[in-house]
């Protein structure tokens, strides 16, 4: 059974760091594709930072370029995503989500077939 879960989300001050942690199993030998996606109140959810599989990197959205990395440990299924310089903005939820389906730019929810429960960040002013 496919399942992934997250941690390190919390609370943090203004131009704070955190760093989040997604482990995926159930997979078998296969290596899924992962990435991050956040939803705020009242907003649509939305991709922050995705593993591609090309020689450009990953992708991030231009809101966080030059704050956020991802990386990911392909031995371990976990990806990672270290983010600096946060801003009240970034207040959400974010999800983990694995099993790229489709390659949409900017990627999209329906690109991802697995998800995580998801883990709060709040950046407070």
């Known amino acids: 059974q496919v399942q992934l879960v997250e941690s390190g989300g919390g609370s943090v001050q203004a131009g704070g760091s955190l760093r989040l942690f997604c482990t995926a199993s159930?997979?078998?030998?296969?290596?899924?594709?992962m990435g991050w996606f956040r939803q705020a109140p009242g907003k649509e959810r939305e991709a922050v930072a995705t593993?591609?599989?090309?020689?450009?990197?990953?992708w991030y959205a231009d809101s966080v370029k030059g704050r956020f990395t991802i990386a990911d440990d392909n031995v371990n299924n976990t990806v990672y995503l270290q983010m600096n310089s946060l801003k009240p903005d970034d207040t959400a939820i974010y999800y983990c989500a694995a099993w790229r389906l489709g390659d949409n730019v900017p990627p999209r929810p329906s690109d991802f077939r697995d998800w995580g429960q998801g883990t709060q960040v709040t950046v407070s002013s």
């Open positions: 593993i591609t599989n090309g020689s450009g990197g990953p």
């Open positions: 159930g997979y078998g030998f296969s290596t899924p594709r």
